[in-house]
């Protein structure tokens, strides 16, 4: 063997950050901005589809904070679209009322408004059992609906409310459409990043050990109610930013888009892709919200019947919940654990099982 | 607030008190068998009504005859969803049923429309039950009863009577009752658990079918909604424990919301839902509820 | 009787030391995380260093060696892949002739040998494959010699020479350099070793003079408090738990020695795993107070715990049908016992903090020590599904060490094992008393298992107390053999 051949350090270094678990999400956000450059300097990609790629983007950090719930603490919540209705009226609300206010101070408030209802729904419901969560939450989400319908003053009623002008986020900065669509791709991306630091840390496993077997837990020290509390919070406040960032790129918004079908949609999102994979969550997300509007429009036949889709994913939904439960990231697994399995039986088949 | 106002408000809440106790009973019925929440009820009790409305209303059949209709419709439904959904997943608990029966929520939404093209059309209440109201003197206030709620009041109290008396007197109820209080001891004692529980599915379909027929209000198919949600926040407050504390609950709601509303129309519901936490926040397994031991 | 009030003062105190503790500990690894920091810089800086010079030296070996052995060394890959071709058609050939004769079953299991003439033809196969082996590497080697002159013994040698002292003037820089590295790290280390051990110092008098305050308020604290005696750990009065009308545990009395194995014994449905629910909490006790001393000597009254908090004071427990984490890996499940000695805040956790890191680094240093003392460290990694029983109980086990336990609390260890798992059982269960200085508090079923190891024992029937002693008062015992035979009229 020839001792001297090394190879390139810098490139084995360059190798390892890009191996780096945090690299692929970086990566997921740039492609995103890629997108919008191309949509901005070539006639590729739709102004259309930028639109639904950003509104995916916003459910899917939605549907990553309801993992919290779903994957690891193991509840269930019907509250998701009162929290992200609540976001984006709140932003709405500021920013039509003071007109130029930073933006970063209106998400502050949008944050300590619903931290301090989901605390108080949260604690209430949680300190009777697991279950009673979906319920209460289902009865603040029709709340919040009445409360949207007829606060008229704050809301516009079932005619909905807009404002108009740019976001302004440091003084001097004020961002448009690709501005804003790039904050949203930014936040996503941290906003990943955070959830998956948290859930190796042991915040996730203490929640993993709740959801498997509640008296273990206890046994070792894991209080159910402050980390279910934990868990319906953070999923509270994921829901509320991206309702806030919603409006920032929608600027308009309306009661309709916030009944319980919505919560139903984020529940599908996760479940289907696999409730404790990120990427899962996100092709999850796609199949439930980005499928139609970014590709589908054209089909004249889906664009008239679109409760095919929807029936499609709900059944989808149930086979999940009934035999499934890894979502369509196990199917992946499984597909690769197929094929191989398909490729080393034939080799077997040609060559013989014995060794030489 | 004078006599009149006070016992007028609380007349006016017994259609509510009808329709919020049918739903609320079907929904305990099941969590206190199959031990989960049943989110999907409404949406097989909207579909139940708009059966009924077909026959009822489009097709011009007897009113009771079309309202039978849609009840056996949704117990067949409820039979179907219990034996080859609920029973048949792999390793499920409780919280996965009652995410399979969101699924079926959704399900139901999307594909009730579809199956009954018929957007416009009221339900069978609004169009064919009796009109006019029943005005009487009670302590000297005058009071008026619509018959059309009269109705929704009898129909309740005879359904529900019915099915208590039969949870209390027949083979089904005591099942019911052993079931409720131990599915696994309740199968070993050669109680046929899996016709129980089918059972009590198809009966909350049915009630909250009638629940869904006597809403005054145009066919929609999250019609059922609220009806489901307070029945939901009923059991809550009334503690999910025995069968009659969560119509208990079932009765505070309305009674509520219409005195609430009677000061400010639009957040009488934001009201109710508060004093309902308070109340939770207080009793945590429910006004008449029983604190209940987890075997380790 | 008069219940000990929980001094708030001393709590605080109590909870401020254990944080001065944590972060002592934290610091003391400091210098040795450093270090090791530290090395992989070094490291890194000297392998880029020798990459600088290998260039130069890559070109003075490949001279330096003779052009048959170069060939070799150049074409090791090809050969190895040209083989591996070979023995594929080699091994597809004997196939297709076994298929030929029916020797191959659905499974792809050979079922017979070969016919000669099959043999012979195969034998004839592996000649023409070795022929084209050998036109291989002489195509390859004709192809080389293009490329390579053939050097004389003469300039071989210079060539060798002049290697050799390239490679170790090389080497001798290399070292050079990674000395002034190690150096210049040694003097970093230093500064930073001051810098932490000033910081340890001063923590360390913070918690030596917060101990002995807190010392001296429990001493004064103790004397009003309810005394157990030195050598109890365990103290249950009046024990009583009812269901409805059903008394599970009636009025059962007694103390659990510290550093024993205390074994409770009794036939089924006796209530014995209800005694352990109302010790840890997940029962309230419906009468009865459970009085028990941690390893500081401070006396808790139990009752007035919440079930997560019992495990700070040392009290674990297993469950009777093994409550494992099935999402999890072997360590992290340990790393889950493990929970209340992360001090970290969740803001830190969300950014993965360093600090978190070190405490990560530091508690799996713990359980993979626990693990190899259990003899578990070569499944660490994977999830405990579908093991046997024998490995889950050990699992479990190893949860309760890794929570610092003081009184570890075992719910039937044996059920499920067969006997030869249940003899490991009692060795590791006596081993663990001795090496760990533990008391064992344990519900058994198996009586042999409870006899060999149990320094007491106590028998209840129907929640009410038959017999207390040793195991053999116990076996001796005509109370104790008509609950579990049956009274002989």
Redesign the interface.
Known sequence: ??????????VA?IAKVSKHPYATFIYFGLATVVLLLLQMFTPLIKYSFVGALAQTMCYAIVAVGFSYLLGYA???S?GTAGFVGLGSYITVYMLRTYSGMNYFVVMLIVLVVSIIIGL??GF??L??E???L???T??????FY??FM??TEFTGGSNGTSFTGEVNIFPGISLGREGVFIMIAVFLTAMII?TF??VN???G??M??M???T??????????LKYRL?AFILATIYAAIAGSLLMTFNKYTDPKSW???FS??I??AC?LGGT?SIWGIFIGTFFVFGLTPMFLNDIVFLRN?P?LL??I???V??LV???Y?GGLMQLLHDIKKFVNNKIS?RR???????E? | MDLGLFLQTIVNSFQGIAMYSLATFGIVLIFRTSATTNFAQGAIATFGCYVATQFGVINGMNLWVSLVLGMLTAFALGVIIDNFIIRRGKDVNAAGKQMITMGLLLVFTNIIPVIFSMITITTPATKNFATGSFNFTLLGQDIYWPYQSMICVLLAVVLLGAVFAALKFTKWGLGVRATASNETVAKMMGVNTKVITALSWAIAGALATVAACSMQTVLNPAMMGKAQTYGFLACVLGGLSSFIAPIIGAIIIPVVINFAAIYTSAWAELIMFCIVLLLILIRPNGLFGKKFIKKV | MEKMKSNSKINTLASKIEQLKHKLDLNKALVELEQSKLDDVRKSKVDSFKFKLSKNLLKLERESIPAEELFNVENQKNFVKFDKKLDLEYRAKRQTLRRDENLVDKQNNVTGELSSKAQAELVAFKGELDAKKIAHVEALRAKFKQLQEPKTTQELAQAVSAYEKAQSEADDAAKAFDLELIAKHNEKIEGYKAKVDVKITAMQKGYDESKSELNALQKEDQKSQYQLADDTILKLEHLTMQFGGLKAVNDLSFEVKKGEIFGLIGPNGAGKTTVFNCITQFYKPTSGDVWYKDAKDQVHYLNDYVVHNVIRYGIVRTFQNVEVIAELSILENLLIAAHTQYKTSIFAQMINSPHLKREEILLRRKAQKILKYLKLDDIQDVPPVGMPYGVLKKIELARTLMAGANLIILDEPAAGLNDQETLELAEIIKDIKNEYKVTIFLVEHDMGLVMDICDHICAISFGSKLAYGTPSEIQSNKKVQEAYLGSED
């Open positions: 063997m020839i001792k001297n051949k090394m190879k390139n350090p810098l270094k193991g509840l269930s019907l108080i729904v209430i419901s300190r009777i697991g279950i009673f979906a319920i209460v289902l009865g603040l989400s029709e709340v009445q409360v007829n606060a955070m630091n948290l840390s042991p915040t496993r203490a993993l050990a959801k498997n077997s008296s273990a837990a206890q046994a070792m020290g894991i209080s159910l934990l009944t319980i079908m139903l949609n529940l599908a479940l404790r019947n409760w929807s029936t994913i709900g059944v939904l149930i919940l009934m035999f439960k039986k077997e088949f040609k060559y013989g099982k014995d030489i």
